[in-house]
């Protein structure tokens, strides 16, 4: 009767190497908007450049919370990690695109 209490408590943790791990309150967010950086980088640069920003900035709240007990955030900082990763890719390719269309309507419209 007592381990159908166990499966029942959610106070548990199921992995005993985590511990009393928290969840950095961004890092689930960084990560999708890192994903939507790169899934939308290439409509003219616009959404991806935004989606990376906002997810860099978040990136950098949830570092300086990471540093203030990193044994603490060390699963969820990972999450954040590779969101923060997806961000400077799509960033990097959304500044490309943005700047190839600037050049392209810049030309087009001096070409007249």
């Known amino acids: ?3 159908n209490k166990d499966l029942l408590d959610l106070s548990i943790t199921t992995n005993s190497n985590y511990g009393n791990q928290k969840s950095l309150p961004n890092a689930t967010a960084t990560l999708v908007l890192g994903i939507c950086s790169l899934a939308t980088c290439w409509v ?3 959404p991806g450049l ?3 920003i906002i997810a860099l900035s978040l990136h950098q709240k949830d570092k300086r919370t990471f540093q203030t007990n990193p044994k603490a955030y060390e699963v969820s900082f990972k999450t954040a990690k590779a969101g ?3 961000a400077i890719i799509g960033t990097s390719i959304s500044a490309l695109w943005f700047l190839l ?3 392209a309507i810049i030309g087009t419209l001096l070409g007249r």
Do not use: D, Q, T
């Open 1 to 3: 009767m007592s381990e």
């Open 101 to 103: 269309f600037g050049v």
């Open 84 to 86: 923060f990763i997806c």
């Open 44 to 46: 003219y640069g616009v």
């Open 50 to 52: 935004i989606c990376g």
